[in-house]
């Protein structure tokens, strides 16, 4: 188990290390021990949470050409990995993207392990840093008070419709903290969602000249 991983690690990391949108291998490596310390508490499979972790971003499409060529290059990844654990990893990498929001839950408790692992760095200090990598990636604002936030989305208008940096914050990030599965995703996710309301109140402050 510990070489397949090892081998994933190698693979993965080569291909991300120089991903600009805030996708990079770091936020991979990021993603694996939040989901580590989440399986332990909660009682999953930890390597399944490990193994998802490590190429749950080679489907996406801010990665892959297509969601297809992405599963296709994971299942050759996984050539080693028996059956049972190959389609289950399958199964979470395909459904715990956010999409805009409006996605069915999760299935299983590993699901639930790597989905909340993922969201972690969508938020705190990490979480504003990749906000502003991955805007800046698109060509967005940093901020514009005449394009509304966004409420309902279709996967195609979350990814492709106008937004900023900061909209971003309230049409995603400001989300996951209830959106988190597990006891200890929860726990987790409480510091780092007050530290961006935080940083939101200033923002806004420095923006109207308050501050």
């Not at 999953?44 to 490990?50: D, M």
């Not at 992405?70 to 395909?94: F, M, P, W």
């Not at 392990?113 to 990749?130: E, F, P, S, T, Y």
Request: charged letters at 30%; glycine letters at 6%; a negative charge.
């Amino acid at each position: 188990m510990n070489q397949i991983l090892n081998n994933i690690t190698h693979y993965v990391k080569r291909k991300l290390e120089k991903e600009g949108s805030g996708h990079d291998w770091y936020h991979i490596k990021r993603v694996v021990q939040h989901a580590e310390v989440i399986a332990k508490a909660e009682g999953a499979n930890e390597f399944v949470c490990k193994a998802a972790a490590l190429v749950h971003d080679l489907v996406d499409d801010k990665i892959a050409s297509s969601e297809a060529e992405g599963l296709t290059e994971v299942s050759n990844l996984l050539a080693d990995v028996n059956e049972v654990d190959r389609k289950h990893i399958i199964e979470i990498i395909s459904s715990i993207s956010f999409k805009g929001g409006n996605r069915p839950p999760v299935k299983t408790l590993e699901a639930q392990v790597v989905q909340d692992a993922d969201r972690l760095d969508a938020i705190g200090a990490i979480g504003i840093a990749r906000t502003f990598v991955y805007a800046g990636a698109k060509g967005d604002l940093i901020y514009d008070p005449s394009i509304a936030v966004r409420d309902r989305m279709t996967p195609e208008t979350y990814r492709n419709g106008q937004s900023t940096a900061i909209n971003h914050f309230y049409e995603k990030l400001l989300n996951l903290k209830e959106l988190m599965n597990t006891q200890k995703g929860i726990e987790l996710a409480r510091e780092r969602h007050e530290f961006i309301e935080e940083f939101l109140i200033q923002f806004h402050d420095e923006w109207s000249g308050i501050k």
